[in-house]
C-alpha cells in the first residue's frame, strides 16, 4: 500500500503542485480545500477554521502518514487601520487551522504507531515580519513556534514536524496581494508584480513545484534527522 499525505489547502497553487508532485511519486494524496481540489486520489471540502470539520475529516480518512498544511490567506492592510474581523480571519484559517488539522490527525498516527511527517507552510514573513502585513505576518510566525512545539512533542513518536517559509511565489494569492497594493497606493499592477520578482537574491519569483520539491522531501525518511525546523525556499529573499 502507497503512502498516505493529506493536503490541506489543495485547491491553491502550492497545495495543487503538492497534489501533482505527490501523486505522481506514487502518494496516495487525500486532498482538502473549501473547494474540489483536482487531481488527488480522494478530494474532501474542509473548512479548516471548523474544528469539528477537521475531526470528521479525519474520522472518515482514517491515519495518514504525512500531512501538508497549505491553506491560507493574506490581507494588504496597515496596523493602524487592521480591521479586527480580518485580523481574527487570518488568525482563524492560517493559524488556528493548522493546530485544527493537527489536533484532529496526530491522534491516530501517534496510535498507529508508524511515525510521520506534518509540514506546515509559514512564510519568510513570518521569519522577519512585513510592512501592511502585520496579521499575516503574526500568524505565519505563529505557526513556527506551533512548529516547534509539536516538533518537542511528537518527534519521541517518529512524527517530524517542520515549517517551509517560502518567499515570493508565483500563485493566485501573489496576484491578489499586488491588485491590492497597486489599488491602495494607485500604482500599475504590472509594476507591482514585476518588483516582487525583484525582492530576493535570485531576483525572480519562485515556482509552486519548487516549494512542493522540499515539502514531499521532507516527507521522506531521507530527512529523518529534520524535526522542528524551518526551511526558507525563498531564492534568497531573507539573505
Ligand atoms: N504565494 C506566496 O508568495 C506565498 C509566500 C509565502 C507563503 N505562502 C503560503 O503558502 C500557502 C499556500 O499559498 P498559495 O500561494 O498557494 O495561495 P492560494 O491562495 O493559491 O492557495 C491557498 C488555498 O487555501 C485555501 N483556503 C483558504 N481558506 C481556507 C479554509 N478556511 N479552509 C480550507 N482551505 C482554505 C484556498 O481555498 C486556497 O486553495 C499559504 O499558507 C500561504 O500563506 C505563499
Known amino acids: 500500500m502507497s503512502e498516505r499525505v493529506l493536503i490541506i489547502g489543495a485547491a491553491g497553487g502550492i497545495g495543487q503542485a503538492c497534489v501533482g508532485l505527490m501523486a505522481g511519486a506514487g502518494w496516495h494524496v487525500i486532498a482538502a480545500d473549501l473547494t474540489e481540489a483536482p487531481g488527488g486520489a480522494e478530494s474532501h471540502i474542509l473548512d479548516v477554521t471548523n474544528p469539528e470539520a477537521c475531526t470528521a475529516l479525519a474520522e472518515r480518512t482514517g491515519p495518514v502518514d504525512a500531512v501538508i498544511y497549505a491553506a491560507g490567506i493574506v490581507a494588504t492592510m496597515p496596523i493602524a487601520r487592521t480591521d479586527p474581523a480580518v485580523w481574527r480571519r487570518i488568525m482563524a484559517v492560517n ?32 521569519v522577519r515580519g512585513e510592512a501592511m502585513a502585520s496579521a499575516y505576518s503574526a500568524s505565519k510566525a505563529g505557526l513556527i513556534a506551533l512548529v516547534q512545539s509539536m516538533a518537542a512533542e511528537l518527534t519521541p513518536h517518529q512524527i517530524r514536524v517542520n515549517a517551509v517559509a517560502p518567499g515570493n511565489v508565483d500563485t493566485p494569492m501573489l496576484r491578489a496581494v499586488a491588485r491590492d497594493i497597486a489599488k491602495a497606493g494607485g500604482d500599475d499592477e504590472a509594476e507591482v508584480w514585476k518588483s516582487f520578482a525583484h525582492t530576493g537574491a535570485a531576483q525572480r519569483l519562485v515556482q509552486p513545484g519548487e516549494v512542493a520539491r522540499v515539502c514531499m522531501a521532507l516527507c521522506s525518511p531521507e530527512f529523518s534527522a529534520v524535526t522542528g525546523t524551518t526551511i526558507p525556499v525563498d531564492a534568497g529573499y531573507l539573505l
Open 95 to 126: 493559524l488556528d487551522g493548522a493546530a485544527h488539522v493537527c489536533a484532529a490527525f496526530t491522534g491516530p498516527m501517534i496510535t498507529e504507531g508508524k511515525g510521520g511527517a506534518i509540514i506546515l507552510i509559514s512564510s519568510a514573513a513570518g
